[in-house]
């Protein structure tokens, strides 16, 4: 979308879209926009492209009831309005990540089930501008991680920026969050991790203008079953 901020209900709505053979490059729907703008009840096949669906929607829009199997990423929301809103998504078999967002402002994300491929993370927040105060911070509550096997080197959740996180299951991750490098809640093979509650500010850089010396570093608090 050429101004996303003029892109007003604009909807995508109960369609179903596959990514044909040959086209390791293609995007199963790119919608970025604005006020009541948004995909729901779409279910896009990306095992012969590269992303599902690429854009966030913000500022009153939301992508909802949203499933993507295979493809290098399922949800890129690199370039988002601010403040977006995810809701009811299924995130299967993605091969680098599942959901990937650098937006302005935080996303806000609720009733994620990811499966990611062996070796690709699930959620991963800040890859674009991660010296930007104002991008990339992530919201999840009421959220499925279940790794393919088993991965030492591989977090479910990676990122540098502000991160909360309200009861996240997690299995197969031995990271369950690595934070700007950080390895934190580590997992076990086999064994579900449920993360109660995790709320982090993003890392102390020269270029955050906010004064942050009376925050914890983090609070997280844990359950594995």
């Given amino acids: ?29 790119c919608l970025r926009g604005a006020q009541g703008s948004g995909a729901q009840d779409v279910a896009i096949d990306a095992r012969h492209g590269h992303t599902g669906l690429e854009g966030g929607v913000g500022s009153g829009g939301a992508h909802l009831g949203i499933t993507v199997i295979g493809g290098r990423i399922g949800m890129d929301l690199t370039e988002a309005q601010p403040a977006p809103t995810i809701g009811g998504i299924t995130l299967i078999g993605q091969t680098e990540a599942a959901l990937r967002y650098s ?14 491929a062996a070796g690709a993370v699930a959620i991963q927040g800040g890859a674009v501008g991660a010296d930007d105060p104002f991008r990339g911070h992530l919201s999840v509550v009421d959220c499925t991680i279940d790794c393919e096997r088993w991965n030492t080197a591989v ?61 914890p570093s983090r609070f997280m608090r844990m359950e594995r079953s």
């Fill in 1 to 29: 979308v050429e101004q996303a901020n003029i892109c007003f209900n604009q909807m995508i709505v109960s369609i179903d879209i596959s990514i044909g053979e040959g086209n390791p490059g293609a995007v199963g729907i």
């Fill in 103 to 116: 937006g302005w402002g935080g996303l806000a994300a609720a009733r994620l089930d990811i499966r990611p």
């Fill in 155 to 215: 977090p479910a959740i990676e990122t540098c920026k502000s991160l909360c996180l309200e009861n996240v299951f997690v299995r197969n991750a031995a990271t369950a969050v690595r934070f700007d490098g950080e390895p934190l809640a580590p997992g076990r093979p086999n064994v579900w991790t449920r993360i109660a509650s995790f709320a982090r500010p993003p890392r102390r850089d020269a270029t955050m203008r906010i004064n942050r010396s009376n925050m």
